[in-house]
C-alpha cells in the first residue's frame, strides 16, 4: 500500500439541484486502495477526470467486522466487494480538498450522500402522509452487486439484496447470466422498517411486477408426468433442476447409475407439487446428456 497524507478545508460546489451531492461513475481507479496514516484505507474513484478519494468508512459498505480476524482480512473483505462495484453509480458528498502531495484530489463521503437520501426519500412525509418510498410504490434500484443466486441493489441510499426467488417467477440458475453491476431495475418496495438514517431496512422484489405464469403451468402438471429439464446445482443430496418451461424442480432420487452434475440433460419424473413454494418434486429417471 502507497502512504496518502491529506489535510482537510471545507469545500463548497454548487449544485442547484442538491448542493455538494455529485453523481459519479466507479471506474478502474477505484480498485486502488491507498493507506494513509490518519484516516486508514482508502478508495479512490474517477468524476470526469477529476480524483476523488473516499475513506473506507465513508464508503458505508455493510461488511461485519466480527467476521474479520483482524483490521487486514476486514480491508481485504472491503476490496473484494468494492472489486464486484465496478462499473456502479454512487453518489457522494465533497467534505473537504486534499493539499499535499503531487497531485490534488476532492475528499468526498458515500456515507453522507446516502444518509441525505434517506431523510429525503424514506424519513420526510409529504402532503399525503406517506414519504416518497413507501411499501408497494414501484421504484427504480440501481444494481450495485451480483452473485450467483442474489443480487445487491441500492434504492435511494439503502442498500438490500434480493435473491432468485424475489426476482422472477420462474427458475434462475445464475443470476450473472441475467444481471449487471451499473444496470437498474425496477422493483416493488415490499416493506421499510426503521426511523433513523442509520437503521433504515428496506425489502423489495421485482417479480410481482411481471405476471405470474408459474401457477397455471403448475396446475397443468399431474403427478407421473415425465419433463426434460437441466440440473442447475447439486448438493446434501439434492438435485436443482430447472425444468424446459422454466418451472423449478427438485430431485431427492436417481435411477440412473451415473451421478447428475450441473448441466446435464436429465428425464424427470414428477411426483408431487408444491404450489405454495412454486416448487415440482420428484426424481430424475434417467441422464439423456452429460456436460462434457
Not at 497524507?5 to 486502495?33: G, I, M, Y
Not at 479512490?44 to 477529476?50: E, N, P, T
Not at 450522500?113 to 418510498?133: E, W
Request: charged share 30%; with cysteine; net charge neutral.
Amino acid at each position: 500500500m502507497l502512504e496518502w497524507q491529506f489535510s482537510w478545508r471545507e469545500h463548497t460546489a454548487a449544485n442547484p439541484h442538491d448542493c455538494n451531492v455529485f453523481w459519479c461513475s466507479l471506474k478502474v481507479s477505484l480498485c486502488e486502495h491507498y493507506k494513509s496514516a490518519s484516516s486508514g484505507l482508502l478508495s479512490v474513484v474517477d468524476y470526469k477526470g477529476q480524483r476523488i478519494v473516499i475513506p473506507l468508512s465513508e464508503m458505508n459498505l455493510e461488511i461485519d467486522r466480527s467476521e474479520s480476524k483482524d483490521e487486514q482480512e476486514h480491508n481485504e473483505r472491503a476490496s473484494r466487494l468494492l472489486s464486484k462495484m465496478m462499473g456502479v453509480e454512487i453518489d457522494f458528498v465533497v467534505k473537504g480538498i486534499s493539499n499535499e502531495g503531487e497531485e490534488r484530489a476532492a475528499v468526498a463521503s458515500r456515507k453522507a450522500a446516502m444518509y441525505r437520501l434517506r431523510r429525503r426519500y424514506y424519513l420526510n412525509v409529504g402532503a399525503s402522509g406517506k414519504p416518497q418510498v413507501h411499501p408497494g410504490r414501484i421504484v427504480e434500484a440501481r444494481i450495485i452487486a451480483v452473485s450467483r443466486f442474489v443480487i445487491r441493489v441500492e434504492i435511494f441510499g439503502v442498500e438490500t439484496p434480493i435473491h432468485t426467488p424475489e426476482l422472477s417467477w420462474e427458475y434462475i440458475a445464475d443470476c450473472r447470466d441475467i444481471y449487471f453491476v451499473g444496470d437498474t431495475i425496477q422493483v416493488r418496495i415490499r416493506s421499510v422498517e426503521g426511523d433513523t438514517e442509520e437503521n433504515l431496512v428496506v425489502r423489495a422484489n421485482a417479480k410481482s411486477l411481471t405476471e405470474n405464469t408459474v401457477a397455471e403451468k403448475l396446475r397443468n402438471l399431474k403427478p407421473q408426468t415425465n419433463c426434460m429439464g437441466r440440473v442447475v446445482d447439486t448438493g446434501g443430496g439434492v438435485t436443482f433442476i430447472r425444468l424446459v418451461d422454466g418451472l423449478r424442480a427438485i430431485a431427492h432420487k436417481c435411477f440412473d447409475q451415473r451421478k447428475p452434475g450441473r448441466g446435464d440433460d436429465v428425464l424427470f419424473v414428477v411426483t408431487k407439487i408444491d404450489e405454495e413454494s412454486d416448487v415440482v418434486i420428484g426424481v430424475i429417471a434417467r441422464i439423456v446428456k452429460r456436460t462434457i
